[in-house]
Nanobody
């Protein structure tokens, strides 16, 4: 059974830090670009950051550049999102996303999400 399971969410004060993990099972992430999305209250889901399959390139939403870092450990089949200097506007459900494109086929998987709340 294919699964992406996020963990590490919670309540944190403004200016604080939090680390999220996304553990994959049922497939190996080696061939997948991995991303984190988020959806805040009353907002559309947005792409936060992406790391390529080899981990040699990352891209970020402008508002999180310099504060968020996406990384991966293919040997552990896990992706991470490290967040520092958190702001109330970072409050959202955070989702892990896997995408494979090749040979005319696109395969995607979504996690169920983990809640991050930034509040004093």
């Amino acid at each position: 059974q294919v699964q992406l399971v996020e963990s590490g969410g919670g309540l944190v004060q403004p200016g604080g830090s939090l680390g999220l993990s996304c553990a994959a099972s049922g497939f190996t992430i080696n061939h997948y670009d991995m991303s984190w999305y988020r959806q805040g209250p009353g907002k559309k889901r947005e792409l936060v950051g992406t790391i390529t399959r080899f981990g040699d390139s990352t891209t970020y939403l402008d508002s999180v550049k310099g504060r968020f870092t996406v990384s991966r450990d293919n040997s552990k089949n896990t992706v991470f999102l490290q967040m520092i200097s958190l702001k109330p506007e970072d409050t959202a459900m955070y989702y892990c996303y896997a995408e494979f494109r090749g040979l005319g086929v696109t395969t995607i998987y979504w996690g169920q999400g983990t809640q991050v709340t930034v509040s004093s």
